[in-house]
Nanobody, 121 residues
Framework: QVQLVESGGGLVQAGGSLRLSCVVS????????MGWYRQAPGKQRELVAV???????NYADSVKGRFTISRDNAKNTGNLQMNSLKPEDTGVYYC???????????????WGQGTQVTVSS
């Protein structure tokens, strides 16, 4: 019922920038939070950034000062601006949302399929 589609990944040189986008569609009622996770080769998936419907943000220590998360509540879209990229930022980036059901208000999570980000030295 709910679909998340990421875009904007690619190959970039160290020090460069990329902008990831996430479009949410389906029978969703309300998105309480949107965020980005990443999984580097040989490592576990980790939280990169998250933003609530009220605009509060949190970032992983490794990306603070370099990445900026944003969202458009009316369009159900989110973005992750990544600057000063490092080789250790390489991985598959996944968009996620924490949504609420219309009548019960119960929360659930949904995930995108991921987009590859590769940063060369």
């Amino acid at each position: 019922q709910v679909q998340l589609v990421e875009s904007g990944g690619g190959l970039v040189q160290a020090g460069g920038s990329l902008r990831l986008s996430c479009v949410v569609s389906g029978s969703i009622f309300r998105i309480n939070a949107m965020g980005w996770y990443r999984q580097a080769p040989g490592k576990q998936r980790e939280l990169v950034a998250v933003i609530t419907s009220g605009g509060s943000t949190n970032y992983a220590d490794s990306v603070k000062g370099r990445f900026t998360i944003s969202r458009d509540n009316a369009k159900n879209t989110g973005n992750l601006q990544m600057n000063s990229l490092k080789p250790e930022d390489t991985g598959v980036y996944y968009c996620y949302v924490r949504a609420a059901r219309r009548y019960s208000g119960a929360e659930y999570d949904a995930w995108g399929q991921g987009t590859q980000v590769t940063v060369s030295s």
